[in-house]
């Protein structure tokens, strides 16, 4: 907002009065606060040459107090509405974000940020950014005070500080408050205008971008429907997107670019804050992208749907065909029943003739039947979907071909050939067992697992030598072959041709038989022993009791490490047998469910595996960490127990000299401190107890549900759980199988191995308090101990003292014997006040103590009376000297004058007169202190000879 004009009215007056008190509890001096507010009216003079209005476009608004900022807000306090009102005038500005009084200015951007919302004329706003950090704050304060008056009150190195003062910040943000407190309606950065057409930008070219990450996420989609009335649908849809959705975009976007364009220099300049991502050259990007992800999907279904369609007409020829082949053999079938009743009534010739013209019909059939296979086979290839209910309608018209085969053979061919000859009748023989070899070979099982296959495997390989060794009969049909001449020759013929392509095709199938079950035997044995060895590891797993105390975990963590390793290194040999296997069911081979079956069963078992040494992992964590906690705990114990041992054994002494007993306190000491610094041990393991897995409970019965997580996933015909999900645990007794609830409600079993049963453990929490009152224990010994040794210290020192006599107590100076007394008391005072009121020691100590104490008052009384008599003589001797000193100098002085002439003049001479009577005063004024010398040898208790002799001395030079 402008500067405002000056106003004396008592209207302004009422206001500032108004605002001053609703300030009060911000401003640090209130001497100082009533000239800013002068110096601001002053400094506004200046700026009266601006038009009020140049900046809001308003009148001039009159100041409001502050918790006025906010309206409704009447019950704000003063800080909190000049917070308000601060965020309020630094909105969107760049870099500024006003939370408080402290951390929020101290790049001063918001100082400058209120000057230019509102004098932007005095601020660069880009070059502030530009600026170093105390610059910004020296370049307001300067701004402010220059333009406005406004007090500095704060320097810059005052503000850029890790703990800027709040209270002058507040201070000062209130006289910024008291020149702009309104914000003008208008953003300097940008105007409303400009806010608004940024803000459809931004909706836009959000909604914009997310429709294309969405599409584009559709179009990279290449998984299709093999159904063609499913990829008709899918080209509905991608003909819907290029003409309903596409052309609706494409006219957001040009209208997005036009309006971005209009306000690119704005954004710029303003530090609009947009996703990249949402600039017009990436939304363009992202729309190119999306449209050729479109244009080759769209290809690409067109050209599915031709393929689709191809296989559909491919497939309607297919049921065709089958529904006109399997009419016709049906006639052929209806044909041979007819032959058959009449065939001992013809000619052999004529019932020849008429096998001829059935055979003729069952070939044309089997070349149908064949072209069938070979189109039923591109469906397959081409993975339509219903090839396989084609492959059967096919299959199932081919086994009807070979049934009308074998009773074309059965009941005409072996019947007139047995009618007219022996060889003839052998040959059909031959043929009939060749067949019979043929449909055992194409309806024999392989197996279904490793026993079954190789029982198969040993059974064919005998069978095939069988079917290697008929060869012999075949070469024996071919031999009576010259036997016969003509027309016998020509159906001779013809039959052994039969019989060697069916021998031919029955040995082939033999050999692929005996090659195919060698392969599945291979397969099989190596997919054997990897499972083997996946269920030797699953089952030491799933049988490994965590709640056993005397695990090896040393042996366990080598294990685990040695698993991972072999893990690793069998993945190769495991990846080769699938390989193996997959290699047979792409090259169909006729056993392919079985091999499917046992691939899908290792790589089930190799992942639970996988999941069992995740299991093996974290309960090796826990129970590692539950065995070292209580082995520490019964470390902590043992050494607990050591220490009660010192205390009961070595500190139990009674009768020790005084240098003995401080250097038993020194241990004692040393050994409290040991005990307060292995505190922090117990309450560690104390604390630790909480983090202990209960692996006791996973052996013992369950008396009621508990709760345990999972810590991998499972999966079973009657269960899901997945990983770190919480169950209920009902039934524990089989750990390889525990009755569980999943937090869905399902029941069923699962492995106990993948359950951990959170902490804590009830048992190692009772081992830490027990712990715990061991370790108080051991603390109360060591106090008892200690008490009783400082009682006997006291003993000591009594029995010390009471040994010397007065010389040695009086040898001593008096504060020494007066810090002995006190410290035998204050110590006895100390241990009667800590003891047991019953305690015989401490009765006997209060006796000893009275005891000594008269002693000490009959040597201190004796020591008085030493100290009384040195102090009498010593003042005496004092007194006397310096009497003696005295009279020796008035001495000198008399004997001085006696020995001068007498004056001769009568001044003179009353000179000497009145000096003479001076002398006298002063010596008669001496008396006192002869008379104090005499007293104070009076109070001398035992005078000696040489104090006597003393005084006489003085006592005659005074007379």
């Known amino acids: 907002m402008p500067p405002q004009p000056v106003r004396d009215g008592p209207g302004y007056r009422v206001t500032q009065e108004s605002r001053s008190s609703t300030m009060s509890s911000l401003m640090c001096c209130t001497s100082t606060r009533s000239q800013k507010v002068v110096s601001y009216k002053e400094s506004q003079k200046k700026f ?78 880009r070059q502030v950014e530009r600026r170093q950090v105390r610059e910004r704050i020296d370049l307001a304060f300067h701004i402010m005070d220059r333009e406005y008056g406004v007090t ?78 499913e990829m008709k649908r899918l080209a509905e849809h991608s003909n819907r997107f290029r003409t309903e ?37 990436n939304i363009e990007r992202s729309w190119s992208h999306l449209m050729m992800l479109f244009q080759e999907r769209d290809s690409l279904i067109q050209e ?47 019932a020849k003739n008429n096998c001829e013209q059935i055979e003729r019909e069952l070939s044309r059939s089997e070349e149908v039947i064949k072209s069938m296979f070979s189109d039923v086979q591109i469906l397959r290839d081409n993975r339509y979907s219903q090839s396989q209910e084609l492959h059967r309608r096919v299959q199932q018209v081919h086994e009807k071909w070979v049934n009308i085969r074998t009773l074309l053979q059965t009941k005409l061919i072996n019947i007139l050939n047995i009618h007219t000859n022996s060889d003839f009748k052998f040959l059909a023989e031959c043929t009939e067992w060749v067949a019979q070899k043929l449909k055992q070979l194409k309806e024999g099982e392989y197996g279904t697992d490793m026993q079954t296959v190789k029982v198969e495997y040993e059974r064919h390989q005998k069978e095939h ?67 083997t060895w996946l269920n030797e590891r699953e089952d030491k797993e799933a049988g490994r009791d965590w709640a056993d105390k005397h695990l090896k975990l040393g042996e366990i963590e080598q294990y685990y490490e040695k698993l991972m390793s072999e893990l690793e290194k069998r993945e190769t040999q495991f990846s080769s047998v699938l390989d193996r296997g997959e290699s047979l ?119 009621q549900p508990i709760e345990a997580v999972a810590i991998c996933k499972y999966s079973s015909s009657k269960l899901e759980i997945s990983k770190d999900e919480v169950v209920t645990v009902r039934d524990n007794t089989n750990k390889t199988a525990w009755k569980v609830t999943t937090s869905r409600g399902q029941q069923g079993e699962a492995p106990g191995v993948m359950f951990l049963l959170p902490p804590p453990d009830q048992e190692a929490i009772d081992t830490a308090e027990k712990l715990k009152r061991h370790y108080d224990r051991v603390i109360t010994l060591w106090q008892k101990k200690h008490l009783r040794m400082r009682q006997n210290m006291i003993f000591a020192t009594i029995k010390v003292v009471k040994s010397w006599d007065f010389q040695q107590y009086i040898s001593m100076d008096k504060e020494t014997r007066t810090n002995i007394r006190r410290a035998l008391n204050e110590d006895a005072d100390k241990l009667i006040q800590e003891g047991e009121p019953n305690d015989p020691q401490l009765r006997r100590l209060e006796r000893e103590i009275a005891e000594i104490n008269r002693l000490f008052d009959e040597w201190e009384r004796r020591a008085a009376l030493e100290d009384e008599k040195r102090n009498a003589t010593k003042l005496f001797e004092n007194g006397v000297n310096s009497l003696e ?32 009577k001076e002398f006298e005063s002063d010596l008669q004024g001496q008396e006192p202190n002869v008379n104090n010398v005499k007293d104070l040898f009076n109070n001398i208790p035992q005078k000696t000879q040489e104090d006597q002799a003393k005084l006489d001395k003085v006592l005659d030079q005074w007379d």
Request: aromatic share 8%; net charge negative; hydrophobic share 35%.
């Open 152 to 229: 500095r009150l704060l320097d810059p190195e005052d503000v850029d500080t890790p703990e800027p003062d709040e209270k002058s910040i507040i201070t000062y943000v209130s006289q910024l408050y008291d020149v702009f407190p309104e914000p003008p309606p208008g953003h300097p950065l940008f105007d409303g205008e400009t806010q608004k057409k940024f803000e459809m930008v931004k909706d836009l070219a959000s909604s914009l971008h997310h429709w294309i990450r969405e599409n584009i996420t559709i179009m990279q989609d290449r998984n299709f429907p093999n159904s063609l009335n």
């Open 465 to 531: 030598k069988v079917i290697d060794q008929f060869q012999g009969n075949v070469e024996k049909c071919r031999e009576a072959e010259v036997k016969f001449h003509g027309e016998e020759l020509k159906i001779y013929g013809e039959r052994m041709t039969v019989l060697q392509k069916a021998y031919n095709e029955l040995l082939v199938l033999s050999n692929k038989r005996v090659s195919d079950l060698h392969s599945l035997h291979d397969f099989m044995s190596a997919a054997h022993a990897e499972l």
């Open 245 to 281: 959705e596409v052309p609706p975009r494409q006219k957001e976007k040009e209208k997005l670019f036009t309006a971005f364009r209009e306000i690119e220099r704005q954004i710029k300049e303003a530090n609009f804050e947009m996703d990249r991502e949402l600039y017009p050259e």
């Open 585 to 703: 069911v792409i090259s169909h081979h006729p056993a392919s469910q079985v091999i499917e079956a046992h691939m899908s069963a290792m790589q089930s078992k190799w992942a639970w595996l996988l999941q069992l040494t995740l299991c093996l992992e974290t309960h090796l964590k826990y129970t590692t960490t539950s065995h070292r906690f209580f082995s520490e705990c019964h470390t902590a114990g043992e050494w607990m127990t050591a220490k009660e041992e010192i205390l009961n054994n070595h500190f139990a002494q009674s009768d020790f000299k005084l240098e003995d007993g401080e250097n038993l306190l020194k241990e004692m000491q040393q050994l409290r401190e040991e005990l307060a610094t292995y505190e922090d041990e117990v309450q560690r393991l104390i604390e630790a107890a909480q983090d202990i897995v209960p692996l006791r409970q996973r052996r013992e019965r369950l008396r």
């Open 304 to 350: 599915e749907i031709a393929r689709l369609e191809k296989l559909q007409r491919l497939a309607e020829k297919i049921q065709q065909e089958a529904k006109m082949t399997d009419s016709k053999l049906d006639d052929i079938e209806a044909w041979i029943e007819d032959e058959a009743k009449r065939i001992d009534h013809l000619h052999p010739k004529d």
């Open 48 to 125: 009266l040459w601006l038009d009020p209005n140049r900046w809001s476009g308003q009148k001039t608004v009159k100041k409001e107090k502050i918790s006025d900022i906010v309206v409704g807000q009447e019950d704000l306090s003063a800080k909190e509405a000049l917070l308000r009102w601060a965020q309020k005038t630094t909105h969107k500005y760049p870099g500024v974000k006003v939370q408080d009084f402290t951390q929020s200015w101290r790049d001063g951007l918001a100082f400058n940020a209120i000057i230019h919302r509102n004098r932007p004329d005095l601020v660069d706003w």
């Open 885 to 916: 000193m005295t009279l020796n100098e008035y001495e000198k002085t008399i004997i001085k004058v006696c020995k001068a002439p007498l004056p001769r003049d009568v001044e003179a001479l009353q000179t000497c007169v009145i000096s003479h």
